[in-house]
């Protein structure tokens, strides 16, 4: 493990402690921060081609391998293999992605890969064995603090069943014993380090999956005390953000919002298709016999027909990554530039669209007033005015978006808010917590 932070936690005021992890299990990537004996933080690093990242993706592939008797066995992998492993032979692997954004619906129990059966917690085993793996093992006898989202994702989400689901998970890694922070606190952790007095902080957390908000009063030590004041949380972020951008740009031209015909009548080409690309990993789904064969009976009478097929071989093909990463990167694209080109190609269909910054914000203007209402609720939950807020600290890659920091520019004033350490801070800060509960 390499890549030091400056981040400081009251081990680094002579208390002895032993090996101390933060392990941020997140919806799109997760991360392994180490506390060390100089009470610095250190983030694991991988191997993604020719670049060397602190952050792991959180993906799964399976796939059937035939043994020299004909025997097929199931294997799989995690992270950059898992990917690697999916993109070359897609058809005959199955991908599995945000998978923390079941953790707390009772709905989904288990899944079958293959044939076999796997219980949510044993997926999210496997992911974190291969995190672990990947990084060089973890330590024997570690304190792990694991991060949780103060409101996990879904409209009927059980948080408690989330977090009893995260805990299951890391059973079945081997970690039987983790302590369990909120990924929003953890990051006011990392950021009270760099403060030099006493201070009443918000912090905005933006997952893949969920967004986070807490407030919290930092009192400076030793021993430096912490305490709650509010929280509030939104199961939405940078997903949804990426889910406007191909409901604007990319499903029309696989035929939403046009018409079909039956018995004379024009009907519209049924939107519940399209909503599937709201999370892409539902887009396996529409690979069923039925669903297929309904797209190919609405193309025979379509005004687009040739849409629609796209759409289907969209789907038969399992060229959602492909196009989810085309996506994401425009949307990283639009943080730094008032416009970008959205490219995307895939069997015979072709796609060069212009985006610009000011449509993107006006498509996501609903999820911006849903992170200002939890703003509003983690505000009533602490009983304080936005004047008694001293600093903001944002982090996650919805953060840098501009449309979403200026939301908290506007409100607490350009001069309170920074961010930093977007991908990391939350693991660096559950570090910092676990060194800071065994020195109690």
């Known amino acids: 493990m390499s890549s030091p932070h400056a981040a400081m936690g009251r081990s680094a005021m002579g208390a002895s402690v032993g090996p101390v992890l933060g392990i941020d299990f997140g919806t799109t990537n997760s991360v392994i921060a180490t506390l060390q004996p100089d009470g610095s933080v250190t983030t694991a690093r991988y191997a993604?081609?020719?670049?060397?990242?602190?952050?792991?993706?959180?993906?799964?592939?399976?796939?059937?391998?035939?043994?020299?008797?004909?025997?097929?066995?199931?294997?799989?992998?995690?992270?950059?293999?898992?990917?690697?492993?999916?993109?070359?032979?897609?058809?005959?692997?199955?991908?599995?992605?945000?998978?923390?954004?079941?953790?707390?619906?009772?709905?989904?129990?288990?899944?079958?890969?293959?044939?076999?059966?796997?219980?949510?917690?044993?997926?999210?085993?496997?992911?974190?064995?291969g995190l672990f793996d990947s990084a060089g093992g973890l330590p024997q006898g570690a304190h792990i603090v694991a991060g949780r989202p103060v409101r996990?994702?879904?409209?009927?989400?059980?948080?408690?069943?989330g977090e009893?689901?995260?805990?299951?998970?890391?059973?079945?890694?081997?970690?039987?014993?983790?302590?369990?922070?909120?990924?929003?606190?953890?990051?006011?952790?990392?950021?009270?380090?760099?403060?030099?007095?006493?201070?009443?902080?918000?912090?905005?957390?933006?997952?893949?999956?969920?967004?986070?908000?807490?407030?919290?009063?930092?009192?400076?030590?030793?021993p430096r005390r912490v305490a709650p004041l509010g929280h509030a949380g939104v199961g939405i972020a940078g997903d949804a953000l990426d889910y406007r951008i191909i409901d604007h740009v990319v499903s029309p031209r696989f035929g939403k919002g046009t018409s079909y015909q039956i018995m004379g009548k024009d009907l519209p080409v049924p939107p519940g298709w399209y909503a599937n690309f709201a999370r892409w990993h539902r887009l396996s789904l529409m690979r069923a016999p039925r669903t297929l064969r309904e797209i190919e009976e609405v193309a025979r009478t379509a005004d687009h027909p040739e849409r629609l097929h796209h759409l289907i071989r969209f789907i038969e093909e399992e060229a959602g990554y492909a196009l989810y990463q085309a996506v994401s990167g425009a949307k990283?694209?639009?943080?730094?530039?008032?416009?970008?080109?959205?490219?995307?190609?895939?069997?015979?269909?072709?796609?060069?669209?212009?985006?610009?910054?000011?449509?993107?914000?006006?498509?996501?203007?609903?999820?911006?007033?849903?992170?200002?209402?939890?703003?509003?609720?983690?505000?009533?939950?602490?009983?304080?005015?936005?004047?008694?807020?001293?600093?903001?600290?944002?982090?996650?890659?919805?953060?840098?978006?501009?449309?979403?920091?200026?939301?908290?520019?506007?409100?607490?004033?350009?001069?309170?808010?920074?961010?930093?350490?977007?991908?990391?801070?939350?693991?660096?800060?559950?570090?910092?917590?676990?060194?800071?509960?065994?020195?109690?």
């Open 332 to 440: 990283a694209a639009l943080s730094r530039a008032p416009s970008t080109t959205l490219r995307f190609e895939h069997e015979g269909f072709r796609l060069e669209e212009e985006v610009a910054r000011a449509d993107f914000e006006r498509w996501i203007a609903p999820e911006l007033a849903q992170f200002e209402a939890a703003v509003d609720r983690a505000l009533a939950d602490a009983g304080l005015r936005e004047g008694e807020v001293d600093r903001v600290f944002l982090t996650g890659g919805t953060s840098l978006v501009p449309a979403v920091r200026h939301l908290f520019e506007r409100r607490f004033g350009p001069e309170r808010v920074a961010g930093g350490s977007e991908f990391v801070s939350v693991a660096e800060g559950l570090a910092l917590i676990g060194a800071e509960a065994q020195d109690r």
């Open 164 to 222: 009893a689901r995260l805990r299951d998970g890391f059973r079945a890694a081997g970690q039987g014993r983790i302590q369990v922070a909120l990924e929003p606190e953890a990051a006011g952790h990392r950021f009270a380090s760099t403060l030099d007095g006493a201070a009443t902080v918000l912090v905005g957390d933006f997952g893949g999956g969920t967004s986070d908000f807490s407030i919290l009063r930092f009192e400076p030590g030793p």
């Open 152 to 161: 996990f994702v879904g409209e009927t989400a059980d948080d408690a069943l």
């Open 48 to 129: 993604v081609g020719r670049e060397v990242l602190d952050t792991f993706r959180s993906v799964l592939c399976f796939w059937t391998e035939h043994g020299a008797a004909g025997r097929a066995a199931t294997r799989h992998a995690a992270g950059p293999r898992a990917i690697e492993a999916y993109l070359e032979d897609p058809l005959a692997s199955r991908l599995i992605m945000s998978i923390k954004s079941y953790l707390a619906q009772r709905s989904l129990m288990e899944t079958r890969v293959f044939g076999r059966s796997y219980a949510l917690d044993q997926l999210v085993g496997l992911l974190l064995n």
